[in-house]
């Protein structure tokens, strides 16, 4: 499946965006998704995760209470909400998605099988 990743770009610390993810050309209610993010230099890692049916999400103790992951199946998106942005968030974000038959969340960049093309957030000081 081609994962579509949206909405990154340049903003000052405090400030917010929403990112978006959608599959063009697959039902995204069948996939539990998530959000990871690879600065330069470093691993990608793990943001968060939302269940298929959006009942369940999962976060990095470092953007809890400052990010929101959510879905909307009947539109098929995916989406992250990004408050409070710090220069240590700059990164480019990938969303990615698995198949899964349960309630799942996965919070392992092995556990994902699709990949977006990852958008680049950026946050001046």
């Known amino acids: 499946v081609q994962l579509q990743a949206s909405g990154g770009g340049l903003v000052q610390a405090g400030g917010s965006l929403r990112l978006s993810c959608t599959t063009p050309?697959?039902?995204?209610?069948?996939?539990?998704v998530g959000w990871f993010r690879q600065a330069p230099g470093k691993e990608r890692e793990f943001v968060a995760a939302i269940s298929r049916a959006g009942t369940r999400t999962d976060y990095r103790n470092s953007v809890k209470g400052r990010f929101t992951i959510s879905r909307d199946n009947a539109k098929n998106m995916v989406y992250l909400h990004m408050n409070s942005l710090s220069p240590t968030d700059t990164s480019v974000y990938y969303c990615?998605?698995?198949?899964?038959?349960?309630?799942?969340?996965?919070?392992?960049?092995?556990?994902?099988?699709?990949w977006g093309q990852g958008t680049q957030v950026t946050v001046s000081s």
């Open positions: 050309r697959r039902l995204i209610s069948a996939y539990a």
């Open positions: 990615a998605a698995r198949t899964t038959v349960t309630g799942a969340l996965y919070s392992e960049k092995y556990d994902y099988n699709e």
